[in-house]
Every structure is written in C-alpha cells, then in structure tokens.
C-alpha cells in the first residue's frame, strides 16, 4: 500500500511547459487500481503543468506531436493510454512541436 | 512483453515506425531512416559528385539530424561531396547565443566545418541596429523578410554548388494543406518539389522530403544527437499552427495521411490554360520576386535611405507610395517555414488571406469573375479528368 515511484522526463521543448525542468522524480499516491499511462497524463495536468496545459493535454491524451516513451520505447507498442505504469519507469516526452 | 521487431525478428522493437506501422528495433530503424534518405538523394540525383553543399543549420532537430546523416551517407556511399553548415546570426544580443552554441558543437563532434554569417554580413544591418532605427513595432517584418533570403544570399556570398535544409515530410504537408486552405495555385504547384532551383539561383533541396517529423526525433533520441528547441512556435492560434495541429491529428487516425497529401501535391496537375503568374527576379539581387524588386531589397533601400516604413504593411505614407509606384510593389508572403527550420512569426504569416483581398480586380488564375486574386474553386484549376490525379 504505498505510493508509486517513477521518472518523468520532458524534452524537445516540452520541458519549457514544467517549469524548465527536464527531470521529475514523482511519487504517485497509491490507488485501488494500477496506474495507467492515461491517469499519469491526467496527474501531469493537474499537478506539473502550471499553465497553458493545452499545449501538452488533448482531451484524456496528449497533444498530437508529443512523443511518449516509457524505458526507451515507443508508446505506440505498449498500448498508449492503456499501458500499466511499473515501479520505476522511466516516461519520456518529447515534443515534436518546438522549433529550433 | 517486448514487441519482436518485424524487420530482423531477433532484437525488441523500441518504436513503430509510422509510415509503414512496422515495429522496428533500433539498429533495423536507424538502418531504415538511413537507407531511405540515401534512396531519395540518389533516385532524385540530388547531388554531383565535387559539389560544395552548404548544410543550413539552425542548431534545431531537423537540421541537426540532417547534418548527421549528410556527413554519414557522404562518407558511406562515398558521394564525393565537400560539406559545410552554413548558420545564420540576425545579430539579436541573446537570441542565437544557445542556437549558435549548440551548431558549433555540432562542428566539432560532426567534423563539418561551420560557417555563420550575419545580418551585417549579408545586409549591413544587425537586427539590434534595425530595432534602434525603427524601433520595436515592425521589427518581426525586417526580420521575417531577411531571414527567407539569407540562406540564399549566404551561400552565394560562400560560392556553394547546392544548399540543403531540414525540411521534413511533415513540414511539407502542411505547406500543401496550407496552400489548399488559401486556395494558391501557383504555390500549390511547386511546394512539394524536392529541389527548387529559379534562374541563376542555388539549386536548393529537401532530403527528408519523405521523412516523418516523428522519425527524425526518435532518430536524434536514439542516436543522443545534441540539438536546441525554442520556445513552442507553434501558437496554436496562428494559421499555421491551425494547419499543423490538423495535421498531426489527421496523422493520430492514420499516420500514412502525410505522405498522401504531399502525393497528391506531387501528382496535381495544372490545366494547360490556366494562367499562372510569372515568377521573375529581384533586379538588385537576383532573387525570386515578382517584382522587379524583391521585398528585402525594398527593406534594405528604406532603410539604407533613412524610410524605414518602406515596405511594411498598407501603402500608406507619402514616401512609401512613390517608393510602391516606383516599383510596382506588393507584399509577398511567406513560402514556407523559416529557411532555418524555425518558424517564425513577421513577414506575412497567418496573413494571406486579408492581404490579397482586392490585390487585382478579378481572379487572376483562372477564368471565373472572382473578385478575389485567385478563386475558391479548385475544380476550375486543376486538371481533374486524368485519371490518376487527386480529386479535389
Ligand atoms: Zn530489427
Ligand atoms: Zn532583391
């Protein structure tokens, strides 16, 4: 019954949505459920991005052009939203929508 | 449970790729990406061998990974080519310091020699001294319009043989969808074109023309490619943000929609009689312009005579109408994203729309009575009875 620890990691610009910070060490609070990544996205909004959260957010995913990889692989072939967080992982986001 | 990769059925897949939806592992990826950019510089013969080719660089994504492959392909295919990166400084204290800093280290750990040249070099001018001069209000136009050339100007100033950019398939896309939803023709025709080259111009080219956005990062995240991202440019309320974010939710259902639209950009054809403006060149600087000349040039004149109102917005005082007369002027929009892969806002963008409103009296693309400059009926324009051409 404790919290689940993980790493969150924002980059290609979306570090600039979390307070310039690339690195989050978080504790997620324990819950009768598995974590799904859909729930971390939600956590995300409510509680690491300070403002204009709809430039990360889109409905219960995120934005379109935001890439997610949870331990280096592409969430697209670990079901998305639906993928059940671990201890430890390692979740990156790496936006596609910054210039540079 | 790790996805087996498709292509070598032996390492985990670490993404699935999104044109093909294979699950492919890293090296079967990075084997993947390399062999279709090198495809696309050979099947398009985009190079001669002995040709100097300025690499434009930003210190962004695009480029970044550009550079990387140019100097890999170069040497494992053997084009015979002598690379540079070719940076551009508009001389804003603190705007390129990370940029700048970021393509140098890209010199050193690419071994591609870097050259950055500024405003001043290819103007005169510096952004800061602009600003001095005209103040803040319209400094985005000076900038905008300076930044489209200054690649060009730069390689020719450098006597380069070819320039290549980072744009990728996606930016391509959305210039075509742009172009449709502004209903330009002329525009429309050539954007998907993997090289444009105007009279005496530099041939420019587009290697990822096929490359998917998504690809390039996860190739620069997994390669641990170093390069600098700037601040979200992709407002979500300016025009192209719009065409964007469509888009990558178009590409969120069904991720092959990127290279359709640029197909069907590549297989539009244009009804033999339907007119098209001429394209000429600046008279000053050889530039593209359908003037006689060019929007910088015009900038560069008001400013270098003390107007620096020349050339912004509406005809409206008294030295810029003579100025308007004298040169036939017209404001010209903005092509596509910066020549640096950055977007940027200035120089026309988000505005076409307003801006051609009662430009010519009468549609001047076709033969409809549209008051507008061009119609907004495709189906008058684009040669729709061939039967494999795009049906609009
Ligand atoms: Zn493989
Ligand atoms: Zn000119």
């Given at each position: 019954m404790s919290e689940l620890r993980i790493h969150?990691?924002?980059?290609?610009?979306?570090?600039?949505?979390?307070?310039?910070?690339?690195?989050?060490?978080?504790?997620?609070p324990h819950q009768p459920h598995p974590w799904s990544l859909r729930q971390l996205i939600a956590w995300i909004r409510d509680n690491l991005l300070k403002e204009r959260a709809e430039l990360f957010v889109t409905g219960e995913s995120v934005r379109p052009g935001i890439l997610v990889l949870v331990n280096s692989t592409d969430w697209e072939l670990l079901g998305q939203l639906d993928y059940t967080l671990q201890p430890n992982d390692h979740v990156i986001f790496i936006s596609t929508l910054h210039g540079g | 449970m790790p996805v087996e990769c498709t292509l070598c059925h032996q390492r985990p897949a670490v993404l699935k790729r999104p044109k093909t939806s294979q699950a492919a592992c890293k090296e079967c990826f990075f084997q993947a990406v390399e062999t279709e950019v090198h495809q696309t510089i050979v099947t398009h013969g985009l190079f001669t061998r002995g040709d100097v080719v300025a690499i434009g660089a930003s210190g962004g994504k695009d480029s970044t990974v550009l550079a990387y492959l140019m100097k890999t392909l170069n040497e494992r295919h053997d084009y015979g080519l002598d690379l540079f990166l070719l940076s551009i400084d508009e001389g804003i204290t603190g705007y390129r310091d990370d940029s700048l800093e970021t393509v140098r280290?890209?010199?050193?750990q690419y071994g591609i020699p870097l050259k950055i040249l500024s405003y001043q070099d290819l103007y005169g001018w510096t952004m800061d001294r602009i600003v001095a001069t005209i103040g803040r209000r319209n400094n985005c136009t000076f900038c905008g319009v300076f930044r489209r050339q200054a690649l060009d100007r730069g390689a020719a100033m450098l006597g380069v043989d070819k320039i290549v950019t980072g744009h990728n398939a996606d930016d391509i896309a959305e210039?075509?969808?742009?172009?449709?939803?502004?209903?330009?023709?002329?525009?429309?025709?050539?954007?998907?074109?993997?090289?444009?080259?105007?009279?005496?111009?530099?041939?420019?080219?587009?290697?990822?023309?096929y490359t998917y956005e998504k690809e390039i990062v996860m190739y620069a995240y997994f390669k641990k490619l170093d390069y600098f991202s700037t601040e979200c440019v992709y407002s979500p309320n300016a025009y192209r943000g719009h065409a964007r974010t469509y888009l990558k939710d178009l590409e969120r259902i069904r991720p092959s929609t990127i290279i359709d639209i640029i197909h069907s950009g590549d297989s539009l054809a244009v009804?033999?009689?339907?007119?098209?403006?001429?394209?000429?060149?600046?008279?000053?600087?050889?530039?593209?312009?359908?003037?006689?000349?060019?929007?910088a040039c015009v900038l560069l004149e008001g400013l270098n005579r003390g107007l620096p109102r020349v050339g912004i917005g509406k005809a409206t005082g008294g030295n810029m109408s003579a100025i308007v007369k004298k040169y036939g002027l017209r404001e010209e929009e903005e092509e596509e994203k910066g020549e640096d892969g950055r977007r940027h806002h200035g120089g026309g963008e988000g505005e076409g729309?307003?801006?051609?409103?009662?430009?010519?009296g009468g549609c001047g693309s076709c033969t409809c009575d549209s008051k507008k400059r061009t119609c907004r009926d495709p189906s008058t324009l684009l040669d729709v009875t061939r039967p494999d051409r795009p049906e609009f």
């Open positions: 969150l990691e924002f980059s290609g610009g979306a570090e600039l949505l979390v307070g310039k910070t690339k690195h989050h060490d978080i504790a997620l | 280290r890209n010199e050193r210039t075509v969808l742009m172009n449709i939803l502004r209903g330009d023709v002329a525009r429309l025709r050539r954007c998907t074109a993997i090289t444009t080259s105007s009279e005496g111009a530099i041939p420019r080219s587009k290697p990822f023309k009804k033999g009689d339907v007119k098209m403006p001429v394209q000429g060149t600046c008279s000053r600087c050889g530039y593209i312009s359908s003037q006689i000349l060019c929007k729309m307003e801006r051609r409103k009662g430009e010519m």
